[in-house]
């Protein structure tokens, strides 16, 4: 025969409800919120991953002379060693995020695919080769259309975006006359802060409450440019492919 609850002896049912006043402090604990201090990112802890899309920018090459260069490529002309040739590329690709695509942050995975050959036909050896690049993303929302709104990267309005660079490849060396050196890279870079999120437009691009809060609510244009020097390069090739998530 089965005994109920209040027919245990007073030992085991003292027992019984020590578990269970344990069980529960234990569940309030954990449903508990939790800090900046704790976790450093508590706007999105606990969260699911959601994906958001993946892109493959358009390749940018760089040589001598361009001409011919087909039109599916951004074509760079190199300038004449030892000069430095600079560029910026801008609308390489996109991903349109609709509202409330994801809650508190954009995060990425970022895979530069890099191949380059360092060249030094002066006739005498040289201090300085470089090849450097890096992907500019550029984020597009209504709520930055607001004229009072202030980049403080820029200590002028958003005119209705924000851009955020992130480092893909730099190299720096010297070179022996007649020294040549080629390289091809495949390399990943994860997020760790996002590319933005409600702490980010809060912290570094000063915004207010409630243009955070709302942020993530409407439409997002995502647009990816690149920008770099190079040096006593002869030639370069460089397309990054990036998938965004979120939470």
Not at 222 to 228: H, Q, S, T, Y
């Amino acid at each position: 025969m089965k005994k109920t609850l209040f027919q245990l002896p007073a030992r085991a049912f003292l027992s019984l409800v020590v578990a269970l006043v344990a069980t529960l402090q234990a569940g309030a604990a954990a449903a508990a919120p939790v800090t900046e201090e704790m976790v450093g990112d508590a706007d999105s802890f606990g969260r699911n991953v959601r994906y958001l899309g993946v892109a493959q920018t358009i390749p940018i090459q760089m040589q001598d002379d361009c001409t011919g260069a087909p039109p599916e490529v951004r074509c760079v002309t190199l300038a004449a060693a030892p000069a430095v040739t600079t560029f910026t590329e801008v609308d390489l690709e996109s991903i349109e995020l609709p509202g409330r695509s994801t809650k508190s942050l954009i995060c990425f995975a970022v895979t530069p695919f890099v191949s380059f050959q360092f060249q030094n036909d002066t006739g005498v050896s040289q201090p300085s080769a470089q090849f450097n690049v890096t992907l500019d993303v550029t984020i597009e929302n209504e709520l930055l259309d607001d004229a009072a709104l202030i980049n403080p990267q820029t200590g002028l309005p958003f005119g209705g975006e924000l851009t955020v660079p992130l480092s893909t490849y730099r190299e720096s060396r010297s070179m022996a006359a007649g020294e040549r050196a080629f390289k091809q890279l495949t390399l990943s870079r994860n997020c760790v802060g996002g590319i933005v999120s409600k702490e980010s437009l809060a912290g570094t691009f000063g915004l207010p409450e409630d243009v955070v809060e709302d942020f993530f609510k409407k439409d997002i244009l995502v647009r990816f440019g690149a920008r770099g020097t190079a040096q006593l390069v002869s030639f370069a090739n460089d397309s990054i492919g990036v998938r965004l998530y979120g939470d």
